[in-house]
């Protein structure tokens, strides 16, 4: 499975930002997805994951009520839409994707494929 994610930019404080992620999955509903994000000199860490469709999503506190992950299985595509976002969110961040859920949706280590990353940084 490859995953290519696009999106990224520069953008002020409060703005919105939406990246996307494209898979070449042949059953993408069978396939969870995540973001997870890299700040520099920081491990990456988890945003948000959603299960197939209709599933359920997990998110981290950090962007709870910012950030929304969605997907569109015709399209094999999964997006994170930004909102009012913040310097701290400066980050690349990286579209995952797994067979099925996992209940250590959060840990790196639980998924199998992954984009190659795009840079938002949020000026203040």
């Known amino acids: 499975v490859q995953l290519q994610a696009s999106g990224g930019g520069l953008v002020q404080a409060g703005g919105s930002l939406t990246l996307s992620c494209a898979s070449s999955?042949?059953?993408?509903?069978?396939?969870?997805m995540a973001w997870f994000r890299q700040a520099p000199g920081k491990e990456r860490e988890f945003v948000t994951a959603?299960?197939?469709?209709?599933?359920?999503?997990r998110d981290a506190d950090s962007v709870k009520g910012r950030f929304t992950i969605s997907r569109d299985n015709a399209k094999s595509t999964v997006y994170l839409q930004m909102n009012r976002l913040k310097p701290e969110d400066t980050a690349v961040y990286y579209c995952?994707?797994?067979?099925?859920?996992?209940?250590?949706?959060?840990?790196?280590?639980?998924?199998?494929?992954w984009g190659q990353g795009t840079q938002v940084t949020v000026s203040s």
């Open positions: 995952a994707a797994r067979y099925g859920w996992s209940v250590r949706y959060y840990d790196t280590s639980t998924w199998d494929y």
């Open positions: 959603r299960r197939w469709t209709g599933g359920s999503t």
């Open positions: 999955a042949r059953t993408f509903n069978n396939y969870a």
